[in-house]
């Protein structure tokens, strides 16, 4: 029996050997990555930011935002309790040592002035009436001494000349003693109205005194009600710009109560948040560089504040050139704060990828820029340019910067052109 035997086709004929060829160096690839291992991604090229690998100077700074506040704020607080009656000034305006703020109304107070005034009055009144009559009895008890001196004199005359007629027997021993004893009871007498006028100016000096010091106490007391009363204005006691006042028309308004505070304008600092990443390495005496309007302005850490609040710690700066014309307190300014001395070092664009490994490794470019592989590297320090590449990375190589979020963890991205 004759057998068919069947012709090839012509193009196995002719490509056969090179298709066979191809099929098995496609076999050997896909087993090469099945057994190695490896994971894939195909991924666009303008999908990705690419940044190369350089050598150069890190500056170890960090930008952050600084607010324009007062050096110093006064604090304004009623030193009386009452109702407010008018606000006299308003924020943001300019105020003078002395002027009127608020002025508050208390009735209680106005009726304790008047009774103050009223107790005061009378006991000027009650004063002067004792002085009054203090005065006529001095003047008593002053002509009352006069007339028993001219008396006592009379009587010593005549005791005398009844004396010497007595001793001439040409009066009468009834006569002699009669004189006499009138000379002594003058005399007796007049010594009586001598202390009675020096108790009565002892005692008249130890009451007025009195009564004067309680009426000058009067006169004290009175005179801080009247006080008490004046500081229902509530006044400004620096100079600068009324930052806030928190009262409104008809509040009652306690002692000690907080209503505003004044700004201090001519000293100025800028407070900043600054990421708790960096909290060891921020301390006093740290400088850096504010910029407005184009104008680079140097300051200087002065306060670090302890507390960290939602992944931030607060400090302060002092502004150590001149701020541009007009600063308004809240203002902001971008900072580049010095963290320490700049030195050589491989460098790499800043960029997402770090959000999505932690710096811990990076996707390298292959030389045709077809590919790119993950590798393990080292990251140290960072400022809001670059980061510094402590290994792992050699300068030329070009990485991809940009968000892995879409690559997984696969270990080669194929680029796509």
Not at 118 to 138: I, P
Not at 323 to 328: D, E, I, T
Request: hydrophobic share 35%; net charge negative; aromatic share 6%.
């Amino acid at each position: 029996m004759d057998i068919e035997i069947k012709r090839k086709h012509p193009m196995l004929k002719k490509y056969g050997w090179w298709m066979a060829a191809g099929a098995a160096v496609i076999a050997a690839v896909v087993w090469a990555v099945v057994s190695s291992g490896t994971s894939t991604y195909e991924a666009k090229a303008d999908t990705m930011v690419i940044g190369e690998v350089t050598e150069g100077l890190f500056n170890d700074y960090i930008r952050i935002n600084g607010r324009i506040e007062t050096g110093m704020m006064v604090q304004i607080s009623a030193l009386e309790t009452g109702i407010v009656e008018s606000k006299v000034k308003e924020e943001g305006a300019m105020v003078s040592p002395g002027d009127v703020i608020l002025v508050l109304r208390n009735p209680g107070l106005r009726q304790q002035i008047l009774d103050s005034e009223s107790q005061l009055a009378e006991r000027q009144n009650m004063l002067r009436d004792t002085e009054l009559a203090m005065e006529k009895e001095r003047l008593q008890i002053k002509q009352d001494l006069l007339a028993a001196r001219t008396d006592l004199n009379r009587k010593r005359r005549l005791a005398t000349q009844q004396t010497e007629l007595y001793n001439e027997r040409l009066t009468s021993r009834e006569d002699y003693l009669k004189a006499c004893e009138d000379y002594e009871l003058a005399r007796e007498n007049m010594e009586l109205l001598q202390s009675r006028q020096r108790q009565d100016s002892l005692y008249r000096s130890v009451q007025l005194g009195m009564m004067r010091e309680s009426l000058q106490n009067m006169r004290e007391n009175f005179a801080l009600v009247r006080q008490r009363a004046d500081n229902l204005n509530i006044r400004a006691s620096h100079a600068g710009q009324l930052g806030s006042l928190n009262a409104e028309l008809g509040q009652n308004i306690g002692a000690g109560q907080q209503v505003g505070q004044i700004n201090i304008l001519d000293n100025y600092k800028l407070a900043v948040q600054i990421d708790e990443h960096y909290i060891d390495r921020v301390s006093a005496g740290l400088q850096g560089c504010a910029r407005r309007g184009g104008k680079e302005i140097p300051v200087t850490v002065s306060k670090v504040y302890p507390e960290v609040s939602e992944g931030h710690f607060r400090a302060d700066l002092t502004i150590d050139g001149e701020l541009p014309a007009n600063p308004r307190v809240g203002q902001t300014y971008p900072v580049d704060l010095m963290l320490g001395e700049s030195a050589g070092a491989v460098l790499v664009p800043k960029g997402s990828f770090f959000q999505s490994t932690g710096g811990k490794w990076i996707y390298v470019i292959a030389p045709d820029g077809r590919s790119a592989t993950r590798r393990e590297i080292s990251i140290g320090r960072q400022n809001p340019q670059f980061y510094e590449v402590t290994s792992g990375l050699e300068p030329g190589e070009r990485v991809i910067i940009s968000s892995y979020n879409n690559y997984g963890d696969v270990d080669k991205i194929i680029i796509d052109k």
